[in-house]
């Protein structure tokens, strides 16, 4: 099993460009979500899916949007982004929600 | 805003010594869990802990769930430079289910 790949690692964009953070995982899981790090501030949840077709908010979900047409695949979509959303971000999934997640290796993105 | 609360957020250690990280959440938690990250890394499970005033250990690690199941602690003993990285706990509200992390603890060690 890959576990859960994330993609790209780097990523540099201009302000009011848009992008997709690819997320998959091959364990199977139901629950998969969004977190970004920011340094001092932990790591904070976007958006969240609980299965397949079902998407929810999570703390910070302002200027980003989700989808989640299968199981294995939860693309994090920036529409235009702002240089506020520089930030490492992390996708992670666990069996279900609540349990022990399972975090990608990252997103380095940063917004001139 | 963030409901669990982790102090300290640096940590200094010499090598060899002993230090601990502590949780705090404003609401019960149903369980906690640890997560450890390496400098470039990514978060990574250590351990869940369920009941109240369960203790578990691994190795040097020792984990404590309080009581009232709304703080925890990370003790780590005899130091070593393996340690270095950032600890996390994430304490799942009983009250809506969700998973709330701490700012983390950022642990470096002086050989």
């Known amino acids: 099993n890959a576990g859960v790949t994330q993609t790209p690692k780097f990523q540099v964009l201009k302000t009011g460009q848009s992008m997709t953070l690819q997320c998959a995982q091959d364990m199977n899981h139901e629950y998969m979500s969004w977190y970004r790090q920011d340094p001092g501030m932990g790591l904070r949840l976007i958006h969240y899916s609980v299965g397949a077709g079902i998407t929810d908010q999570g703390e910070v979900p302002n200027g980003y949007n989700v989808s989640r047409s299968t199981t294995e695949d939860f693309p994090l979509r920036l529409l235009s982004a702002a240089p506020s959303q520089t930030s490492v971000y992390f996708c992670?999934?666990?069996?279900?929600?609540?349990?022990?997640?399972?975090f990608g290796s990252g997103t380095q993105l940063s917004v001139l | 805003g963030q409901q669990v609360m982790q102090i300290p957020q640096y940590q200094h250690v010499q090598e060899g010594e002993d230090f601990t990280t502590y949780c705090n959440s404003s609401t019960t938690l149903s369980n906690i869990q640890w997560y450890k990250q390496r400098p470039g890394g990514h978060p990574v499970f250590l351990i869940q802990?369920?009941?109240?005033?369960e203790v578990k250990k691994q190795k040097r690690l020792t984990f404590q769930f309080g009581e009232a199941k709304k703080n925890s602690s990370l003790h780590i003993t005899a130091t070593q430079t393996t340690d270095v990285g950032t600890y996390f706990c994430?304490?799942?509200?009983?009250?809506?289910?969700?998973?709330?992390f701490g700012a983390g603890t950022t642990v470096t060690v002086r050989a």
């Open positions: 992670a999934s666990s069996y279900q929600e609540g349990e022990k997640l399972f």
């Open positions: 994430a304490g799942l509200r009983s009250n809506d289910y969700k998973l709330s």
């Open positions: 802990l369920v009941k109240s005033g």
